[in-house]
C-alpha cells in the first residue's frame, strides 16, 4: 500500500481534519485520497457516489477515527432532515427534557449527573445533543451515537464514578478497569451503558424541550448559594447559538463534506435555534448543589427535603461543646443513615460528629467519611437540614444519623459545604463551641 500511496499525486497543501491534525490530500479521475500521515490512515473518497474506502494499520487510535468518520457519514441524513448538533447535556423524564447549554467546564455534566436518577429522570445525553423543531413547534431531542467523555475532576467527585475507579496518573484522576477503554485528551471514555450501568439509570432515547439551562458553576465561598436569572430570549439565542456544532468545530466533519453531505447551518436548523431561544430558560450561576436546589423548584421535581419536618417549627439554635477533636478518615466507611429526619438530645449527652463530601450520594453507602469529633450538646432537637457553625462561619449541612454505637452514641452525619476534612484539619479544639442552627 505504502508504494501505491506514494505515487500519487499529493498537493503541496494539506487539508485541516479531525483534532485539529493535517493530512495530505491526492485528486485522480473520480475519486479524492486523503493520507493521514500522522496515523498512516489512508480514505478514498469515490467522487461520483460518495463512497468511501478507509485503509489503515490495525490500532486503536485507527479503529477510534473510523468509528468517529462513519457516525459523521451516519449523521449526514439526519442533519439533511433538519437536525443540528448541540454541544449540551441533557436527562430526561417523561418525556420531556432539561437541557444544559454553556461552554467546556460551565458545569452541563455535573449538573446533570445530578439530576439523573431523581424522580424518574434518565440519561439523554452528555456533551452532545440532537434537536430539530417539528411541525407543532416542540423541540424534538435524540441523543447523539457519541461515547461518554469524563474529565479528572467529574470523576474524582462524582461518588459513583469515584466508588467504582481506581487511580490512573495520565491524568490525575481515576479511570475504570473496563477493557477497550483509553483515554485521551485528559479524559475517559466509555459507552453510553457502561455509564448507566455504573449510574444505575435507564437511558432515554427520546424527548421534547421543558426547559433551558444556562450554568456557570463557583465553588468559592463557605455558603453555597446560586443566582437565577431570565435571560433575554437574545442571549439565550446567542449562547444556544455558540453551541452549535455545525460544521464541528473539532474537524470531525471534514469527510462528510468531501461526499456532498450536509456541513453547514441550514434555514431549518436555524428555526431549531430559534425555537430553543424561545423555550423557558434561566441562567444559573453558583454551587452546583444550590443550583441543583433551584432547577428543583424550576421545575417541580421533589428535593430531598420533601420528607423533613414541616419548616414552621421553632427552635433554638442548639449549642455543642467540643470534647474531643479527631483526625480520622476512611474512604471504606459504608455508612447508611438512620431513617429518622429528627433525634431529641438531652443535656450533657456526648455524640460523635461526622462529615462526608458534598456530593454524597444517599441512594448507595458513603465510604469517604471524615471524622470531626465528639460533642457535648446542650438539650434540644436536631433535625435533618440544619447547619453546623463554627466560629459564624457554616461548615456543613446535617444529613442524618447512624446509630452504629448506640446506646453509648450516635454518629450525627453532616453534608460538609467544601470537602470531608477532619476536625483537626478544621482547626477545631476541645471546648470549641458549635452551634447547629434551625434550618429555615
Same mark, same amino acid.
Given at each position: 500500500?505504502?508504494?501505491?500511496?506514494?505515487?500519487?499525486?499529493?498537493?503541496?497543501?494539506?487539508?485541516?481534519?479531525?483534532?485539529?491534525?493535517?493530512?495530505?490530500?491526492?485528486?485522480?479521475?473520480?475519486?479524492?485520497?486523503?493520507?493521514?500521515?500522522?496515523?498512516?490512515?489512508?480514505?478514498?473518497? !469515490?467522487?461520483?457516489?460518495?463512497?468511501?474506502?478507509?485503509?489503515?494499520?490495525?490500532?486503536?487510535?485507527?479503529?477510534?477515527?473510523?468509528?468517529?468518520?462513519?457516525?459523521?457519514?451516519?449523521?449526514?441524513?439526519?442533519?439533511?432532515?433538519?437536525?443540528?448538533?448541540?454541544?449540551?447535556?441533557?436527562?430526561?423524564?417523561?418525556?420531556?427534557?432539561?437541557?444544559?447549554?454553556?461552554?467546556?467546564?460551565?458545569?452541563?455534566?455535573?449538573?446533570?449527573? +445530578?439530576?439523573?436518577?431523581?424522580?424518574?429522570?434518565?440519561?439523554?445525553?452528555?456533551?452532545?445533543?440532537?434537536?430539530?423543531?417539528?411541525?407543532?413547534?416542540?423541540?424534538?431531542?435524540?441523543?447523539?451515537?457519541?461515547?461518554?467523555?469524563?474529565?479528572?475532576?467529574?470523576?474524582?467527585?462524582? =461518588? +459513583?464514578?469515584?466508588?467504582?475507579?481506581?487511580?490512573?496518573?495520565?491524568?490525575?484522576?481515576?479511570? *475504570?478497569?473496563?477493557?477497550?477503554?483509553?483515554?485521551?485528551?485528559?479524559?475517559?471514555?466509555?459507552?453510553?451503558?457502561?455509564?448507566?450501568?455504573?449510574?444505575?439509570?435507564?437511558?432515554?432515547?427520546?424527548?421534547?424541550?421543558?426547559?433551558?439551562?444556562?450554568?456557570?458553576?463557583?465553588?468559592?465561598?463557605?455558603?453555597?448559594?446560586?443566582?437565577?436569572?431570565?435571560?433575554?430570549?437574545?442571549?439565550?439565542?446567542?449562547?444556544?447559538? +455558540?453551541?452549535?456544532?455545525? =460544521?464541528?468545530?473539532?474537524?470531525?466533519?471534514?469527510?462528510?463534506?468531501?461526499?456532498?453531505?450536509?456541513?453547514?447551518?441550514?434555514?431549518?436548523?436555524?428555526?431549531?435555534?430559534?425555537a430553543l431561544a424561545a423555550a423557558p430558560s434561566h441562567r444559573l450561576r453558583g454551587h452546583p448543589e444550590?443550583?441543583?436546589?433551584?432547577?428543583?423548584?424550576?421545575?417541580?421535581?421533589?428535593?430531598?427535603?420533601?420528607?423533613?419536618?414541616? /419548616?414552621?417549627?421553632?427552635?433554638?439554635?442548639? /449549642?455543642?461543646?467540643?470534647?474531643?477533636?479527631?483526625?480520622?478518615?476512611?474512604?471504606?466507611?459504608?455508612?447508611?443513615?438512620?431513617?429518622?429526619?429528627?433525634?431529641?438530645?438531652?443535656?450533657?449527652?456526648?455524640?460523635? *460528629?461526622?462529615?462526608?463530601?458534598?456530593?454524597?450520594?444517599?441512594?448507595?453507602?458513603?465510604?469517604?467519611?471524615?471524622?470531626?469529633?465528639?460533642?457535648?450538646?446542650?438539650?434540644?432537637?436536631?433535625?435533618?437540614?440544619?447547619?453546623?457553625?463554627?466560629?459564624?462561619?457554616?461548615?456543613?449541612?446535617? *444529613?442524618?444519623?447512624?446509630?452504629?454505637?448506640?446506646?453509648?452514641?450516635?454518629?450525627?452525619?453532616?453534608?460538609?459545604?467544601?470537602?470531608?476534612?477532619?476536625?483537626?484539619?478544621?482547626? *477545631?479544639?476541645?471546648? !470549641?463551641?458549635?452551634?447547629?442552627?434551625?434550618? =429555615?
Amino acid at each position: 500500500m505504502h508504494a501505491a500511496v506514494a505515487s500519487l499525486p499529493w498537493e503541496d497543501e494539506p487539508i485541516a481534519i479531525h483534532f485539529g491534525k493535517r493530512a495530505a490530500v491526492a485528486r485522480v479521475p473520480g475519486f479524492t485520497c486523503v493520507h493521514d500521515t500522522g496515523d498512516d490512515h489512508l480514505y478514498v473518497v !469515490d467522487d461520483t457516489h460518495g463512497r468511501v474506502v478507509s485503509l489503515g494499520v490495525p490500532s486503536a487510535v485507527n479503529a477510534r477515527d473510523l468509528a468517529r468518520q462513519t457516525r459523521e457519514l451516519l449523521l449526514d441524513g439526519l442533519l439533511s432532515d433538519g437536525w443540528v448538533v448541540l454541544h449540551s447535556s441533557a436527562v430526561a423524564r417523561s418525556g420531556r427534557a432539561l437541557v444544559f447549554v454553556g461552554d467546556k467546564g460551565s458545569g452541563k455534566t455535573t449538573l446533570a449527573l +445530578k439530576m439523573l436518577g431523581e424522580h424518574g429522570f434518565e440519561y439523554l445525553a452528555n456533551d452532545r445533543l440532537l434537536a430539530r423543531v417539528d411541525t407543532d413547534g416542540r423541540i424534538e431531542l435524540r441523543p447523539y451515537a457519541l461515547s461518554v467523555r469524563l474529565g479528572g475532576g467529574t470523576l474524582r467527585n462524582h =461518588p +459513583k464514578l469515584r466508588r467504582h475507579l481506581h487511580y490512573f496518573d495520565h491524568f490525575d484522576a481515576a479511570v *475504570l478497569p473496563l477493557e477497550r477503554q483509553f483515554a485521551h485528551e485528559d479524559k475517559l471514555e466509555l459507552t453510553v451503558g457502561e455509564y448507566a450501568d455504573i449510574l444505575d439509570v435507564t437511558v432515554a432515547d427520546h424527548a421534547v424541550v421543558d426547559h433551558v439551562f444556562l450554568p456557570t458553576l463557583d465553588f468559592d465561598g463557605d455558603d453555597p448559594q446560586a443566582e437565577v436569572e431570565a435571560p433575554r430570549q437574545d442571549d439565550v439565542l446567542a449562547g444556544v447559538e +455558540k453551541s452549535v456544532l455545525i =460544521p464541528d468545530p473539532d474537524g470531525s466533519g471534514w469527510l462528510r463534506a468531501l461526499t456532498g453531505g450536509t456541513n453547514e447551518l441550514t434555514t431549518r436548523m436555524a428555526a431549531t435555534l430559534r425555537a430553543l431561544a424561545a423555550a423557558p430558560s434561566h441562567r444559573l450561576r453558583g454551587h452546583p448543589e444550590a443550583i441543583r436546589e433551584e432547577i428543583r423548584a424550576l421545575t417541580g421535581t421533589p428535593g430531598a427535603d420533601t420528607a423533613r419536618p414541616s /419548616p414552621g417549627w421553632l427552635r433554638e439554635p442548639l /449549642p455543642a461543646t467540643t470534647v474531643c477533636v479527631l483526625h480520622h478518615r476512611r474512604v471504606d466507611r459504608e455508612l447508611t443513615l438512620a431513617p429518622w429526619q429528627t433525634r431529641a438530645v438531652n443535656q450533657g449527652e456526648v455524640h460523635e *460528629l461526622l462529615v462526608v463530601d458534598p456530593a454524597a450520594d444517599l441512594s448507595e453507602p458513603i465510604n469517604d467519611v471524615g471524622y470531626l469529633g465528639f460533642a457535648s450538646f446542650d438539650a434540644g432537637l436536631l433535625v435533618v437540614g440544619d447547619t453546623l457553625l463554627w466560629n459564624g462561619h457554616r461548615v456543613a449541612e446535617l *444529613l442524618g444519623f447512624d446509630d452504629t454505637h448506640l446506646p453509648n452514641h450516635m454518629n450525627i452525619v453532616f453534608r460538609a459545604v467544601d470537602a470531608p476534612h477532619t476536625g483537626y484539619e478544621r482547626g *477545631l479544639r476541645p471546648g !470549641d463551641v458549635l452551634t447547629i442552627e434551625p434550618r =429555615p
